[in-house]
């Protein structure tokens, strides 16, 4: 994965989010929810309602990027909290998208087989 610059802001949608959105439903709900402008450079991480599911938005200078990371098995570790978002570094991002608790860094569940 081609990753956002270093020293890129990284902020965590906390609760749930309807992950049939696509970049630009994603980017209203940042614009509405968060106050935030979406193509400011941050990148913004949402969670399904099963927790298996993640995506990402940002702007990369250029357009408007979308990732989304789907677990076989288990789920991302997500906060509640009263803020709405979240700040997290990038070594912290990089554990959650490993599937790595990083509250509490012990790695979950790796596939086997495809």
Wanted: one cysteine or more; aromatic letters at 10%; a positive charge.
């Amino acid at each position: 994965m081609i990753g956002p610059a270093t020293g890129t802001r990284v902020y965590l949608a906390c609760g749930v989010t309807d992950v049939r959105r696509g970049m630009d439903g994603l980017a209203a709900l940042v614009q509405s929810t968060f106050g935030d402008d979406p193509f400011s450079g941050a990148v913004y991480l949402f969670r399904g309602r099963r927790g298996r599911l993640v995506k990402c938005i940002w702007h990369d200078g250029q357009g408007l990027c979308l990732f989304q990371k789907r677990l076989e098995r288990g789920h991302f570790p997500w906060p509640v909290t009263n803020t709405g978002r979240i700040a997290l570094s990038a070594a912290q991002t990089s554990m959650l998208l490993e599937g790595i608790d990083w509250r509490n860094p012990q790695r979950v569940w790796r596939p086997s087989a495809a």
